[in-house]
């Protein structure tokens, strides 16, 4: 309460932030829950990914269980690049 005084927010300014930092709250919930559902499949292609290409992999499903995504991490040009010829060397 006592950022809203220093910061004089008006009642509809507070509702708004109060409003912010719930939907915050509830997407880094719901970020979580899907992080503790991983299949143990998805968990094993990512070990096996991550050691094949050396970086860090994760594979995010769309929750809908039609798709995702695979994330790669690089961590400089000569690295992705590293990465690349991998990729396409299979």
Avoid: C, F, H, W
């Avoid at 143990?40 to 499903?61: D, F, W, Y």
């Avoid at 798709?67 to 010829?85: A, N, P, T, V, W």
């Amino acid at each position: 309460m006592g950022k809203i005084i220093e910061m004089s927010l008006s009642v509809r300014e507070t509702e708004k932030a109060v409003k912010r930092i719930g939907r915050e709250d509830t997407q880094t919930n719901e970020k979580k829950a899907v992080t503790k559902q991983k299949d143990a499949n998805v968990k094993a292609a990512e070990i096996k990914l991550r050691r094949q290409l050396g970086t860090q992999v994760q594979i995010i499903s769309d929750g809908k269980g039609t798709g995702g995504k695979i994330e790669i991490e690089y961590y400089s040009e000569s690295d992705l690049d590293r990465i690349y010829q991998i990729l396409l060397s299979k």
